[in-house]
T-cell receptor
Framework: RKEVEQDPGPFNVPEGATVAFNCTYS??????FFWYRQDCRKEPKLLMS???SGNEDGRFTAQLNRASQYISLLIRDSKLSDSATYLC???????????FGGGTRLMVKP | EPEVTQTPSHQVTQMGQEVILRCVPI?????FYWYRQILGQKVEFLVS????????KSEIFDDQFSVERPDGSNFTLKIRSTKLEDSAMYFC????????????FGQGTRLTVV
């Protein structure tokens, strides 16, 4: 079983749509969780951390379910500029190692 | 805004040659990392470095690889005797204190082994 698993997509959505990405992780001892964004041939950039109580940052909402080992990202009112690959990332060892999912590709179309 | 810088942006090398990839982490950060991403594949952890020593390494990080922090600013990844399959984007990252704080990534060095 992959350590961090994501649906690779692509998700093709029109501008203004709401889209949700899911991620599962295998290590129940995982401590920290993140969503990163990666544009084509660029470095990953932090989109948001994911907290147990769920958290929101503008149009983006992240949820964590530790019992199910499941993380989600919801993007509301999609913009063209949201087109990118979204990486689910898990920190397994007190900051010493980030484990990346394979990413979910989002394409927002006019 | 402080950033992680990597040089060179692109390196082409012949199989069997040694390469050194260079990184300048953000100055007050304590944790440093190297990751790689083979084209079309996921980002993979190679090694983490804290307090002047390796703290974690993956199975990818074998004897072919080494890291150094030769002075107070640079953090290098050396690959001895490169193989074709070492061709990838190599990302350096730094983190102020580990845990759930953000890791900042450099723009990467694209290594092509021919």
């Amino acid at each position: 079983r992959k350590e961090v698993e994501q649906d690779p997509g692509p998700f093709n959505v029109p501008e203004g749509a709401t889209v949700a990405f899911n991620c599962t992780y295998s290590n129940s001892a995982s401590q920290s969780f993140f969503w990163y964004r990666q544009d084509c041939r660029k470095e990953p950039k932090l989109l948001m951390s994911v907290y147990s109580s769920g958290n929101e940052d503008g149009r983006f909402t992240a949820q964590l379910n530790r019992a199910s080992q499941y993380i989600s990202l919801l993007i509301r009112d999609s913009k063209l500029s949201d087109s990118a690959t979204y990486l689910c990332v898990v920190n397994n060892n007190a900051g010493n190692m980030l484990t990346f999912g394979g990413g979910t590709r989002l394409m927002v179309k006019p | 805004e402080p950033e992680v810088t990597q040089t060179p942006s692109h390196q082409v090398t012949q199989m069997g040659q040694e390469v050194i990839l260079r990184c300048v982490p953000i100055s007050n950060h304590l944790y440093f990392y190297w990751y790689r991403q083979i084209l079309g594949q996921k980002v993979e952890f190679l090694v983490s470095f804290y307090n002047n020593e390796i703290s974690e390494k993956s199975e990818i990080f074998d004897d072919q690889f080494s890291v150094e922090r030769p002075d107070g600013s640079n953090f290098t990844l050396k690959i001895r005797s490169t193989k074709l399959e070492d061709s990838a984007m190599y990302f350096c990252a730094s983190n102020p204190q580990g845990g759930d704080t953000e890791a900042f990534f450099g723009q990467g060095t694209r290594l092509t082994v021919v």
